[in-house]
């Protein structure tokens, strides 16, 4: 150890106690060490109440010193090292040594610290120091995205979606809800997110058509369909007091599908009388991407 020889002392003549500035002698001196005083003798170091104040013995026999020069020898060579490191562990590692409690085994430990056990945990409510995602088989997603996890749970886009809403698609991919549902004065409409689209149209007419004579109407669909839609349907008589005439007015076939968004429907009576209006449900299905 080298000496310390930091800052100034000032010590009166006969007196034990020495003054210093700009020194630290608790943390570069221990009790029993050398003072080299300013008179150039050397005196016992017998106590140390300060960075700045220390006691020597004997007394100091040189002449009154005011910001004199000194020196502190080290006089218990590794020992004194050795309980500066010592200290210096104490220092930086006491507080927590002392969260440990004297814990003799890991059980008791992990209760000293608060630290969770092993098995099923119910004191773990977040890891925010996780960095690396737990995979599937750590009973996580193997993902730190929701992206990520979907593909690591071999998840596809449908379950990003929501089950009924509007539906929409980008290049022939689907981006939107899986099923949209609507209606309008045309009638009503169901999409999926495949492309299919399924139209709905109820309606009546008041036309009076002759038996084995029949009519075309015209219907706008209630949603527009990419290309030509296959149609189906039936009809029947608006009001009837005939058992059995509803059963023998029929849709005809072909229909004139005349694009994506209209019909012209052929009704045929076939009932063997003329009748004062009809009623018919017709379904269309086709595309709409």
Known sequence: MPWYRQGTVSITAGQTTVVGVGTDFPANSRVGDAFIGPDGKVYELSNIASPTVISILPAYQGATVTGGRYGLAPMQGYVKESADRLRQLVDQFGSTMALFGGAADIATLRVNIGA????????????????????????????????????????????????????????????????????????????????????????????????????????TFPAPFIGIPTPTGNAGLSTSVTTGLAARITVGFPFTVSGASSMRVHIFNTTGITIGGFSYFLQIKGRWF
């Open 116 to 219: 969770a056990g092993r098995g099923v945990n119910s004191d773990i409510t977040s890891l925010t120091g996780l960095t690396t995602a737990l995979s599937i088989a750590q009973g996580g997603t193997g993902g730190k995205t929701a992206a990520e996890a979907r593909a690591g749970l071999g998840l596809k886009s449908a379950a990003a979606a929501d089950i009924v809403g509007t539906v929409s698609q980008a290049s022939g991919v689907p981006t939107g809800a899986i099923i949209e549902r609507g209606s309008n004065a045309n009638g009503e409409y169901t999409k999926y997110a495949d492309g299919t689209l399924e139209c709905f149209i109820t309606g009546s007419n008041s036309q009076s058509v002759a038996t084995n004579t029949g009519v075309e109407i015209s219907v």
